[in-house]
């Protein structure tokens, strides 16, 4: 995403505008047509419309996503998680990023995102979800745990997300289920490592790569310092 674009919803015109544009993609998709069609709901000028979404639809459904990633946040933050054990804190995080979500919007996204040349905003966006959920739960990692907790849980929320757009059982209980199953499989890795760590034998035989992981740092700056940084002990 743009700058712009990336604090697009930050301006009250720019909200009304991707609020408007919600009733024309189910049948304009993400496009230029949509934000055309939204800026005039409104009585917006299509060029001032252009100033917070250059890439017209890329730019509108990162918005769209930027604006869930935020909302899953402010709510995530009115439950008490400490009483919860962390596996279902995440799963909590994925369903209140879905939950209140328009799917037709996502469906719509989904195959924006997997046109090549959007394949990249797309990825970023996902990265994105993982990221504000480890950070709203506190994650302290400084090291490679920090990539791989992100990678892992872009995984579950990608293959949970694919799941809830063919679901059709109350209240999405089958995503969910699913959901269930993918954390449940990451504790078992999880579960993996630890084992490895406690052998002494697993211990050695790991070595050079656990130092690789134990080297790398988290961005110093995220998003503009990706891919991370090198410190070595």
Not at 66 to 83: N, S
Not at 127 to 133: F, P, R, V
Not at 188 to 199: L, M, R, T
Request: hydrophobic letters at 45%; aromatic letters at 8%; glycine letters at 8%.
């Amino acid at each position: 995403m743009t700058e712009t674009a990336q604090h697009a919803t930050a301006t009250p015109l720019a909200e009304q505008l991707l609020d408007a544009c919600l009733m024309h993609v189910p049948f304009d998709g993400w496009t230029d047509a949509a934000l055309r069609a939204a800026a005039a709901d409104i009585g917006a000028d299509i060029a001032q419309a252009r100033s917070y979404f250059p890439r017209g639809g890329v730019d509108l459904a990162l918005a769209y996503h930027a604006q869930g990633d935020a909302r899953m946040v402010r709510q995530l933050a009115e439950h008490d998680l400490e009483t919860m054990r962390f596996r279902d804190r995440v799963a909590l995080a994925v369903r209140l990023r879905l939950q209140d979500t328009d799917r037709e919007a996502v469906r719509r996204g989904a195959a924006l995102f997997a046109l090549p040349q959007h394949a990249g905003d797309g990825a970023r966006a996902v990265w994105g979800t993982a990221d504000a959920i480890w950070n709203a739960l506190g994650d302290t990692s400084e090291d490679g745990n920090w990539y791989s907790k992100r990678a892992i849980l872009s995984g579950v929320y990608s293959a949970t997300v694919l799941y809830w757009l063919g679901d059709e059982s109350p209240d999405a209980a089958d995503s969910w289920a699913f959901l269930e199953r993918r954390i449940n499989e990451v504790m078992q890795f999880e579960k993996a490592k630890a084992q490895v760590e406690k052998s002494p034998v697993l211990r050695a035989v790991f070595a050079l790569p656990r130092a690789v992981m134990g080297a790398v740092r988290k961005p110093a700056t995220p998003p503009g310092g990706l891919p991370g940084r090198w410190q070595p002990d």
